[in-house]
């Protein structure tokens, strides 16, 4: 079965710096990959995915994430994090044609003002 | 824009009692999806219904845990009894054909 994983439990930045959230997972075939974000006291929302093309993705509110097939990971990027991006974020896969999304534990970002 | 909803938002218990959860998909999604959330954790599975129909439960703790979607819309989710373990956030998605799920709001289970 496939996993995710996810380096950092806990990351704390400072306003306008640069983030950088890892994300890892094992399986050897086709996958879909996406970015999950949940703000306080808010659902998971949708933030990015990658079904095929273009390795390098764009999501909303600034995010982008880069998969390389090569290292099996599907980091997310941020050039500039402002304070209302505290929140968890989750990366998520389906493989196959299972279309379960198999989750990461979550890293928690906190930015101060 | 359209969303899952659930209901209730919170849902406090004793344990050795029923619970039940109740989530309305987006229209047209005909994929709905049971997770659960435990704290500091990643939602996890349950159970996957496509249409009416199961797809998926082997994740779900059938001797205490059931779920339905009996007209292929809404879906219920069963707790009976709750036990102290099943605290947690309990998560209804749904999707269209693609693989995008799109989350509700949660339920907060607490067994007390």
């Known amino acids: 079965a496939q996993s995710v994983s996810q380096h950092n439990h806990h990351v704390i930045l400072s306003e306008a710096a640069s983030l950088e959230l890892g994300c890892n997972y094992s399986y050897g075939g086709t996958v879909n990959l996406f970015w999950y974000v949940q703000y306080p006291g808010q659902h998971l929302q949708l933030l990015l995915k990658?079904?095929?093309?273009?390795?390098l993705v764009k999501g909303i509110k600034g995010f982008e994430a880069e998969f390389i097939k090569s290292k099996f990971s599907f980091n997310l990027r941020k050039p500039s994090v402002q304070w209302s991006d505290t929140a968890e974020y989750f990366c998520a896969v389906t493989t196959g044609s299972a279309r379960q999304l198999t989750f990461g534990s979550g890293t928690q970002l906190t930015v101060l003002p | 824009e359209a969303e899952v909803a659930q209901s209730p938002r919170y849902k406090i218990t004793e344990k050795s009692q029923a619970v039940a959860f109740w989530c309305d998909p987006i229209s047209g999604h005909a994929t709905l999806y049971w997770y659960r959330q435990i704290l500091g954790q990643g939602p996890e599975l349950l159970v996957q219904?496509?249409?009416?129909?199961?797809?998926?439960d082997s994740q779900l703790p059938k001797d205490r845990f059931s779920a339905e979607r009996l007209k292929g819309v809404d879906s219920t989710l069963k707790i009976q009894p709750a036990e102290l373990g099943d605290s947690a956030m309990y998560l209804c998605?749904?999707?269209?054909?693609?693989?995008?799920?799109?989350f509700g709001p949660g339920t907060r289970l607490t067994v007390l």
């Open positions: 990658y079904f095929s093309g273009d390795p």
């Open positions: 219904f496509q249409d009416e129909s199961v797809v998926d």
């Open positions: 998605a749904s999707s269209l054909v693609t693989d995008t799920q799109y």
